[in-house]
């Protein structure tokens, strides 16, 4: 059956941060995804995880400046140090936390640049931390994002990443699967999932269109899941969607995958 990990940063919004962690356990979740934990410090999350018994298994590296349009800094050339504090930050945190993947910004490609240049850029930086990350037994995930939500972004389908893959040549670099960012990309999911299997260590989805529930939109996400399972899945599944009606309210799907209120 799989495994699903409820999307702080996305789910539970009607809460503060720092009471999703018992929330999502309250709604039965053993694990949480977490983009941007840096607003917490490590011995607070480490203090809210053991208090609601989760595991954290997902932090993004830090995107730059959002409001200058940045999504990320690992392929943007001349930024090299830059990316390099920003991945120390979530390696810190994912080490202290025992995360188990952090998923590389690459980031948008900048008017003076080009994607070549950017992709070369966030070639050498990969095959320079995913040592680093090996060490303390840490995937390194790359993920195509829709031009419509991240226009300019790197990489916006799943040939291109295995690509990128491929060139970093290093084991613990992996594709991180969205189902929404990929349906409306490319389409074909269950295809798709086939023909990079070797490439994937991660699954998120949400619907589409609106990134809700996945009883909502034009994908049949069950029968995502249960392709998963055929295949052999043992990973999570990231619940990266927004609830359409508040978070409780939009559960209902969870309780053929074993996740039923605690309370």
Same mark, same amino acid.
């Given at each position: ?41 490590? =011995? ?10 989760? =595991? ?12 200058? @349009? ?75 994002? $829709? ?42 999911? @269950?295809? $798709? ?13 949400? =619907?589409?269109? @609106? ?26 599944? @990231? ?25």
């Amino acid at each position: 059956m799989p495994r699903f990990a409820a999307n702080l940063t996305t789910m539970f919004t009607e809460l503060e941060p720092k009471d999703r962690f018992l929330a999502a356990y309250n709604a039965g979740f053993d694990a949480v995804e977490y983009l941007a934990p840096y607003g917490h410090d490590i =011995s607070e999350l480490r203090s809210l995880l053991q208090d609601a018994q989760l =595991s954290m298994i997902l932090l993004n590296t830090g995107i730059g400046d959002g409001q200058k @349009g940045e999504r990320g800094l690992a392929a943007l050339p001349g930024r090299e140090s830059d990316f390099e504090s920003l991945f120390e930050q979530a390696l810190t945190y994912a080490s202290a936390l025992q995360v188990e993947m952090i998923h590389v910004m690459a980031g948008v490609v900048p008017e003076n640049s080009n994607a070549t240049i950017c992709e070369n850029t966030f070639i050498a930086n990969l095959k320079k931390v995913a040592p680093i990350a090996a060490r303390e037994k840490i995937k390194l995930l790359i993920e195509p994002l $829709n031009t419509q939500d991240v226009p300019g972004y790197l990489h916006t389908n799943s040939g291109h990443a295995a690509r990128i893959i491929s060139a970093v040549n290093e084991p613990n670099v992996r594709m991180q699967f969205d189902f929404y960012h990929l349906q409306i990309m490319e389409g074909n999911l @269950g295809k $798709n999932l086939e023909n990079h299997w070797d490439s994937i260590g991660h699954i998120q989805f949400s =619907s589409v269109p @609106g990134r809700h529930e996945p009883q909502h939109g034009e994908v049949n996400l069950p029968f995502l899941f249960a392709k998963l399972d055929d295949m052999g899945y043992t990973g999570w599944i @990231g619940c990266e969607y927004g609830p359409k009606h508040g978070t409780q309210d939009g559960l209902g799907w969870a309780a053929a995958y074993g996740i039923k209120p605690r309370i």
